[in-house]
């Protein structure tokens, strides 16, 4: 395996630094209830809205993110490893829940999505869950409000 950049072929030199481990205190700030909702009726779907829904929780000395997403089902139900800080956080995958229908996301570890926050505002970049409709696929946009 090597860089991209030529400039970056030279061994011996320092490219990796270690991420610095999650500091729980910094993550609790994100605790609670996140949604979403996209208005479908003017879609080619046959369902009239789809609802995200981001719960973190601390458990066990841990941050979690329970993600579901519904349209008329459960279409998504998901567990997250939160990683990051009080800024940004990063939802990884760590396992499917029942009621899960979706068979696109099942790669243990893959990113869902990330959030950031901003001047009281949160953005989100996507990643393994996204919007249907196009136009709410964009990069750091603000789609989640926070409620709890």
């Given at each position: 395996?090597?860089?991209?950049?030529?400039?970056?072929?030279?061994?011996?030199?320092?490219?990796?630094?270690?991420?610095?481990?999650?500091?729980?205190?910094?993550?609790?700030?994100?605790?609670?209830?996140?949604?979403?909702?996209?208005?479908?009726?003017?879609?080619?779907?046959?369902?009239?809205?789809?609802?995200?829904?981001i719960r973190?929780?601390?458990?066990?000395?841990?941050?979690?993110?329970?993600?579901?997403?519904?349209?008329?089902?459960?279409?998504?139900?998901?567990?997250?490893?939160v990683?990051?800080?009080?800024?940004?956080?990063?939802?990884?995958?760590?396992?499917i829940?029942?009621?899960?229908?979706?068979?696109?996301?099942?790669?243990e570890?893959?990113?869902?999505?990330?959030?950031?926050?901003?001047?009281?505002?949160?953005?989100?970049?996507?990643?393994?869950?996204?919007?249907?409709?196009?136009?709410?696929?964009e990069?750091?946009?603000?789609?989640?409000?926070?409620?709890?």
């Amino acid at each position: 395996m090597k860089p991209l950049l030529y400039e970056n072929e030279e061994s011996g030199k320092i490219y990796f630094t270690k991420e610095v481990d999650d500091n729980l205190e910094e993550l609790s700030i994100w605790i609670g209830e996140y949604i979403f909702s996209e208005d479908l009726d003017n879609s080619k779907t046959a369902f009239g809205s789809a609802d995200y829904r981001i719960r973190i929780y601390r458990e066990d000395n841990q941050i979690y993110a329970e993600v579901q997403v519904d349209e008329e089902k459960t279409y998504i139900r998901v567990k997250a490893n939160v990683r990051g800080n009080e800024n940004e956080i990063r939802l990884f995958l760590l396992e499917i829940l029942p009621g899960h229908m979706c068979s696109s996301i099942n790669k243990e570890g893959s990113i869902l999505l990330k959030l950031r926050e901003i001047g009281g505002e949160i953005y989100t970049d996507w990643g393994e869950i996204a919007p249907i409709l196009e136009e709410n696929q964009e990069y750091g946009k603000k789609y989640f409000e926070k409620v709890l």
